[in-house]
């Protein structure tokens, strides 16, 4: 097969359109640069592929999708498209012993389209881990660092939420707001009964008009895509004004396999798979954005070896692939009795919480390091496939006891999601299967997972707080139906809280790290990598905000190097 | 020429929208699409159904036992009229291990109630039904006799499908009195909860 060769050089490549490709792609265009971005899955159109009001009857299978495989889990049928835990042809493997999960999307926007829009900044102490309790790393920048890129990324994308003046929970730049549910009230007041901090949730949802987009509908949506762009997404918000500069041309339906090295050590080109034809292309740039999400990135690095870099490509370090982390998960929930009595109202609100726990035992010894925040939910939302499997179960029988019974239970339930720090371990991390390829020919991924015990006895303290919270509101507290010998306290497999991170991580030094403060690789000036996969640690914070923030840094940087003339040839 | 239902949502997604005039030509385009929505629906649903994985006979069976899992009464029409068996069917005819736990699991009904009562479930008198149901409807039962372990896990996954069809439909998200999936401008908060 002929490999076919754009001709044309591009300032820089970006590979990703996520939270990190995207934010690149507009920073580096509208600093006047030439962008050439890929994806490796289509592109769309939401009033034609978001399911944003549809009912569960407008749809044959109601939500349950084909064969009834997305009755559990995530990946049900009204979600934003192409994101799964299982993609065909793109198989990835845990290694014996451990079990990992690993949700990516494959579309424009990446898993912008379906995440959560919570947008937490990460706290001073969160950069300088090591420091503070012997354990893992520091980062090689501080808060101050990242905070005006902080301001930036949240004045454009539009994140509601209030000044609170708590360590563990940075203020950020602020829309007013929603007023809580009924569900929130009743666990804010349990909340302070027992002193935990609870407060206006922080999501990258618009509460006003902003920046020429509408504000929220309160259709409390979000996951599966929002027609109006009210929430944030890297395909409705980051990506349109790249394009309006005339400068970006967007390649879907490529699939990078392999970062290709010149003489001088620089990566002069990317070759990736047109998925259509199935062809080998090139794309030529100056430098190169690695934003494919943190372990897809790590993969293209290690499959991108030569004789100049035979363990991967800005891998001397060897800690490509390593330092992988996930988020502690462990959930609870509540049956609230005084909800049953609550008159037919709207709940829907934003498409998530309009409150939550942040880390509120920063000022105490614990039992185990870092903290956790809380993410909470549930009452009178739209019924589902699956919402009532557990009362089935519990009530039994059939009949017209059964109909009353789940009608009186009715948007009586609160969820409680633990989502903590995991220090990083030498048993967690992804490298080349030595056996699998995917069905474009490259070398498929392979997973080690092991949690450590400081994970186990936090998950432990999710459990035992989420009890005081439900009895102290007058609730039945429910614990993790998930609990056995491989799930202590409910405790998630990794990789199932998406906040994979970690793989190329960034550092002082370019034994012990791949990437420098900017993201740039030690090993090769003209390739960064922005993701997920650059962190150091993974605070108790969703990673969107950050990835976003350091991206817009590292990409300031890329266009003052290319203004010095550092780009390269 | 009539608006398409795609003409209404693109006007939704027109961008830049912030003055109140336009936003509240939104708000009636989106209602206008849902009417359209339901219209379309209304006019496919006349036609009668046909099964896709199930016999005329399990499939007159699985009615059956919707409907007295969620029967209708005096305050809601029940599974059968919500489209539960259809929604079942549908699953099923894609799922070769629901056709295995459904299809044999109504074929174990039969087979006791043939062994039980000489028949079979359809042709059962109801207090023999009745008794049937109510043996495989409780884990505890399995207990006293383990023979009835098959129809209890039958059964119990019936009635979470059976469950989902009822509350996905339009009659069941009526009945539990779900309000929202709308365009409102500002949320309203929470109207006062009662004391416990």
Redesign the interface.
Known sequence: MQVKRTPKTYDVCVIGSGAAGGTAAKVLTEGGLSVALLEAGPSFI???DYKE??????L?????G????G?HGFDNEFLAPNGAWEIEGEPYVSAPGSKFRWFRSRIVGGRTNHWGRIALRMSAVDFKVRSHDGMGDDWPISYEDVAPYYDKVESYIGVFGTKENIPSAPDGIFLPP?????T???VKKACDKLSILCVPSRLAILTK?HN????C?????CGRGC???SNFSSSQVMIPPAEKTGRLTMITGAMARELVVGKDSKVTAVSYIDKATREERRIHARAFIVAASSCESARLLLNSRSSLFPDGLANSSGVVGRNLMDSVGSDAGGYF???E??????????GGMHMYLPWWKFDRKNDFLRGYHTEFGGG??????????D???EF?????A??RE??KK??TYIGFAGRGEMIPNENCYCEIDPKVVDQWGIPALRFHWKWSDNEIKMAKDMQETYRAIVEAA?GVFIPSGDQDAAHPYGIADGGVIIHEVGTVRMGERSGTSALNQYCQAHDVKNLFVTDGACFVTNADKNPTLTIMALTWRASEYLLDQAKKGNLGA | MAISR?DI??S??A????GSVL?VI??EA?EY??RM?KAE?AAADTQAYTPKFFSPHAYKTLQSLCG????A?DEAK?AVEA?APE?ID??TS??SE?QLSLGGGLMWVDNTCIDRYGKPYLDCAADQQKEM?DSI???KNAKKDPSLGQGIEFF?FL???T????????I??E?????????????????P????
């Open positions: 939401p009033e034609r009001h549809v009912w569960p009857y407008d044959p299978h109601r939500g349950a084909v064969g009834g495989h009755r929603p007023k809580p549910r009924c929130e009230t009743i008009p020429g987009r509408p504000a509908h309160y259709c409390a949506q027609m109006t762009a009795p005084q909800l009595r609550m008159p037919a109202h709207n709940h829907d609100g934003v009178r939302g739209m019924p589902g496939v699956g919402d009532y499997d009362l089935c179960d039994e029988g059939y009949g017209p059964l109909k789940c009608k009715y948007g007058g | 795609r949502l693109k939704l997604t961008t830049a929208v912030t936003r939104r708000l989106a699409a849902h929505i629906k007295t899992i969620i029967p009464d029940g489209g929604f549908l699953l894609e799922n629901y149901l409807a409780y884990r119990s009635r979470e499908l469950a989902d069809g009822f509350f996905t439909s339009e069941g998200i009945y539990l009195g779900y309000i929202g999936n709308t365009f409102v401008s500002e949320f309203p908060g929470c109207p909860v009662p004391e416990t």
